[in-house]
């Protein structure tokens, strides 16, 4: 029987509390930037390519971002603004034609043997055979094994890039790229053009986007959207947190804890996305259908009216 559970239910099993000491990379280790820029070394800026000495040391997210430099804010965001429109108008032009589509989210450090590199390429061939596109961000790790699954079970695999202070690059296995500037049009693509997520081990950047869904289903900008995390050793510690002290603290409802699939089981997660759309499918065509009845009571009943009232001689 496949192994699929809803989290948090009364006999799931709980961590015992620990403490671990963590030791902080510098910052030069932690984000992954290398001394020097090499020969091979790139960035790109949607058509703009550069390299070497031609890179800039911040990316535009930052120089957006950034609060201290506010005195050409009239000019240079007005153009920003015009620039971001264009990654939008981009974004929409390029996948408003993909067929249902997944996004699959894990670490970029992760290496091609580990545990979830291999259940990402896993997952990434049964969603091909299952007709979904994979979309992932492109880049190495957990997203690489992901893309690879489904371009090699015949399906469309695609990558949504970002500009990072060190480079990361589309991997090969992408069939359709897109390269962002900002994070947060790079993450309307994301939602827009996937019926679910699935996260697998990641760091922030996996974690941003684990919570950007929950808070969009949460709130209803959303409607039924899977979101699936594979990877129950490596989650249990996040999901008894949610649930003793988020839920317990009244800071969540019961009802969000059930937001969530946790399973380690390839087949049972594509399973249950395929139920989830199938779901709201059925749920639109009741309401679509409930819509049709009530317009053609409301003409008979205003053609009895009609009927009723007497005729002007």
């Given at each position: 029987?496949?192994?699929i559970?809803?989290?948090?239910?009364?006999?799931?099993?709980?961590?015992?509390?620990?403490?671990?000491s963590?030791?902080?990379?510098p910052?030069?280790?932690?984000?992954?930037?290398?001394?020097g820029?090499?020969p091979?070394?790139?960035?790109?800026?949607?058509?703009?390519?550069l390299?070497?000495?031609?890179?800039?040391s911040?990316?535009?997210?930052?120089?957006?971002?950034d609060s201290?430099?506010?005195?050409?804010w009239?000019?240079?965001?007005?153009?920003r603004?015009?620039r971001?429109?264009s990654?939008?108008?981009?974004?929409?032009?390029?996948?408003?034609?993909?067929?249902?589509?997944?996004?699959?989210?894990g670490?970029?450090?992760?290496?091609?043997?580990?545990?979830?590199?291999?259940?990402?390429e896993?997952?990434?061939?049964?969603?091909?055979?299952a007709?979904?596109?994979?979309?992932?961000?492109?880049?190495p790790?957990?997203?690489?094994?992901a893309?690879r699954?489904?371009?090699?079970?015949?399906g469309?695999?695609?990558?949504?890039?970002?500009?990072?202070?060190?480079?990361?690059g589309?991997?090969?296995?992408v069939?359709?790229?897109?390269?962002?500037?900002?994070?947060f049009?790079?993450?309307t693509?994301?939602?827009?053009?996937?019926q679910?997520?699935?996260?697998?081990?990641?760091?922030?950047g996996?974690?941003?986007?684990?919570?950007?869904?929950?808070?969009?289903?949460?709130?209803?900008?959303?409607?039924r959207?899977?979101v699936?995390l594979?990877g129950?050793?490596?989650?249990?510690?996040?999901?008894?947190?949610?649930?003793?002290?988020m839920a317990?603290?009244?800071?969540?409802?019961?009802?969000?804890?059930?937001?969530?699939?946790?399973?380690?089981?390839?087949?049972?997660a594509?399973?249950?996305?395929?139920?989830?759309?199938a779901?709201?499918?059925?749920?639109?065509?009741?309401?679509?259908?409930?819509?049709?009845a009530?317009?053609?009571?409301?003409?008979?009943a205003?053609?009895?009216?009609?009927?009723?009232?007497?005729?002007?001689?």
């Amino acid at each position: 029987m496949p192994k699929i559970s809803n989290y948090f239910s009364a006999s799931a099993p709980r961590t015992p509390d620990s403490c671990r000491s963590t030791t902080v990379a510098p910052m030069s280790q932690s984000n992954g930037r290398e001394a020097g820029r090499g020969p091979g070394q790139e960035r790109h800026r949607g058509a703009v390519t550069l390299r070497r000495g031609a890179i800039p040391s911040s990316t535009a997210d930052q120089r957006l971002l950034d609060s201290q430099g506010r005195g050409d804010w009239k000019t240079r965001d007005a153009w920003r603004a015009l620039r971001i429109l264009s990654e939008f108008v981009e974004g929409f032009d390029t996948l408003a034609d993909l067929p249902p589509a997944v996004c699959v989210f894990g670490s970029a450090r992760s290496g091609p043997d580990t545990v979830e590199c291999r259940l990402a390429e896993q997952l990434g061939g049964a969603l091909a055979r299952a007709g979904y596109a994979v979309i992932t961000g492109g880049g190495p790790g957990v997203m690489e094994a992901a893309n690879r699954g489904a371009s090699e079970a015949g399906g469309l695999s695609v990558g949504l890039g970002i500009e990072l202070p060190f480079e990361q690059g589309i991997n090969e296995w992408v069939d359709l790229a897109i390269d962002f500037r900002y994070f947060f049009a790079r993450k309307t693509m994301f939602v827009k053009y996937a019926q679910a997520f699935v996260v697998l081990p990641g760091g922030f950047g996996t974690m941003d986007e684990l919570f950007e869904a929950l808070t969009l289903v949460q709130t209803g900008k959303v409607t039924r959207f899977p979101v699936v995390l594979m990877g129950v050793a490596y989650w249990q510690g996040l999901l008894d947190w949610m649930r003793d002290t988020m839920a317990t603290g009244g800071k969540i409802g019961p009802v969000d804890l059930e937001l969530i699939c946790l399973t380690d089981d390839v087949n049972a997660a594509v399973r249950h996305i395929i139920e989830a759309e199938a779901t709201l499918s059925a749920e639109q065509e009741a309401v679509r259908d409930e819509a049709v009845a009530r317009t053609g009571a409301d003409q008979r009943a205003a053609a009895e009216q009609a009927a009723d009232q007497p005729r002007e001689s």
